[in-house]
């Protein structure tokens, strides 16, 4: 069993840069994929980005290019680099891990056993 407590988030203005972390314990790190999503008031939650256990990653077309997904085994750690950030990017966002999802299920929520409790961040316009 994972637990995951992710961190960073905050009020930000458009433009800005933010780092997001989420922290794991309870199992084996690297045996698990971990992937954020998002969700805005009054919207479904949403895929960001995956990194599965061999480190490939994959994101969402909103934020390709803006965010990177990285991963330190060493650590249980998960990052995400947000940068260039705009309104729509306003949600809370959340890790999630699961050790069995396979790449064509790495973007549906479901696909995630464990998750965090959350952090809200906020852009500004």
């Known amino acids: 069993q994972m637990h995951l407590i992710e961190s960073g988030g905050g009020l930000q203005q458009t433009g800005d840069s933010l780092r997001l972390s989420c922290a794991a314990s309870g199992d084996t790190f690297r045996r698990y994929a971990v992937a954020w999503f998002r969700q805005a008031p009054g919207k479904e939650r949403e895929f960001v980005a995956a990194i599965r256990q061999s480190g490939h990653t994959y994101y969402a077309d909103s934020v390709k290019g803006r965010f990177t997904i990285t991963r330190d085994n060493v650590k249980s750690m998960v990052y995400l680099q947000m940068n260039s950030l705009l309104p729509e990017d306003t949600a809370v966002y959340y890790c999630?891990?699961?050790?069995?999802?396979?790449?064509?299920?790495?973007?549906?929520?479901?696909?995630?056993?464990?998750w965090g409790q959350g952090t809200l961040v906020t852009v500004s316009s």
């Open positions: 999630a891990a699961s050790s069995t999802v396979i790449l064509s299920s790495l973007r549906s929520h479901v696909s995630y056993a464990y």
